[in-house]
């Protein structure tokens, strides 16, 4: 897959997540239940147990910075964006694989939230860590030596 | 001659691959050590994070989360002086609790969330506090608090974060810091205020209503659960154990027995 492909799929699952992230922060301010497809109460075990806040900040809002920052990352040229990209993303893989190891074996109830956003982060762990070993598109790197032609003897 | 020119046009375009191919490997290694160093401070950072997350957590005690979890469970709810629900519902639960007890406080983290979601946001019964001291002296200044929250009608949010945080029964630990603690940490309280209040003249007609009533109504043990139909009688709720389902059943048939 092309870098520019690389990169709008990584921008659209970041929006993504933003949206996923906005509407939890939102309910987590606004002291409302989360809206479950299934019902059950999980999102709400969930976003009021003991582990919704981070140092006091609650970890929706914590995500909400993690795509939008991901988001940012896209917009920085060459390595420097794609390795900062690659970082966010595997911090927040770690995290999300610690959130719902917390869902399932301690809190004890899932909440289709926050699977949403663990996919989502999943995924863009890989797209941004592919982007990032995979480097430049071949063409630019073609373009090197062809830029030196003029020099080599005919 | 054309022969040896193209041998070495073709040495020289295979030297130039060689040395691509080598750049190409060494521009890749490059890139998979960065990446390395990339997950490797990835992982710091997501150590240092779960730290921070497992000590907020740990230890007990209050967390804001506590308040988050208070504000939900009452979110939207009318309450008014020490009734929690729609004034006009058709019945009324009350209950006579001691913010000391164990089992109110079971009461209230199992089975009072059921009843504000089945009984008192869809209308059916509005539900009313009555304190009463009757584990021993810390439970006095517990009730003042929560009479206190009362007149702000932040009272059945008080008493959920008193639950939370109960200590051991009559070891003085309902001191005024962490009376203080709790009503800052209570939502829509005005915390000083209510600790000024606690001492006021309408909190301890409040109480003192309350222990009236309950001498009256015979209550010796919390918590005690009373129905009373608008405009009725009350009946005291029996036959219930302290999980939703019994509890609800047993809430059902004294609904449909008024």
Known sequence: MSERRLRLLAAVLALAGIAVASYLTWVHYEGIKPFCVAGGGGCERVQTSDYADLAGVPVALIGLIGYVSILASLLIPRDLGRFAGAFLGLVGFGFSVYLTYLELFVIDAICQWCVASALLMTLLMIVLVARAARGPDVAVRLAQPEMLEPVAPG | ?258
């Open chain 2, 1 to 258: 001659m054309s022969t040896r020119l193209e041998e070495k046009a073709h040495r020289r375009e295979e030297r130039l691959e060689r040395e691509q191919a080598a750049a190409a490997a060494g521009a890749r290694r490059r890139r998979l050590l960065i990446l390395g160093a990339v997950f490797v401070s990835a992982l710091g950072v997501l150590i240092a994070g779960i730290a921070i997350s497992q000590s907020g957590s740990s230890g007990g005690g209050r967390t804001s989360a506590d308040t988050q979890a208070v504000r939900t469970l009452f979110a939207g709810i009318p309450q008014k002086g020490n009734v929690l629900g729609k004034q006009d519902a058709p019945a009324t639960l009350v209950e006579y609790a001691d913010l000391q007890c164990p089992v109110c406080a079971a009461y209230t983290s199992d089975v009072l969330p059921t009843v504000l979601r089945d009984y008192v946001r869809a209308g059916r019964l509005n539900t009313e506090l009555r304190l009463i001291p009757i584990i021993g002296p810390d439970s006095v200044p517990a009730s003042r608090a929560a009479a206190a929250a009362s007149l702000q009608n932040r009272m059945w949010q008080f008493s959920d974060l008193f639950y939370r945080d109960q200590g051991v029964e009559n070891s003085g630990y309902v001191t005024d810091g962490f009376l203080g603690d709790l009503a800052r940490a209570t939502p829509g309280l005005n915390g000083s205020r209510a600790l000024r209040q606690t001492g006021s003249a309408p909190v301890t007609r409040l109480v003192n209503g309350w222990a009236a009533s309950a001498r009256a109504a015979g209550v010796n043990g919390t918590p005690t659960f009373f129905i009373t139909p608008r405009g009725g009688t009350p009946a005291q709720l029996s036959g219930y154990q302290l999980e939703p389902g019994s509890f609800s059943a047993a809430l059902d048939s004294a609904l449909r027995s008024k």
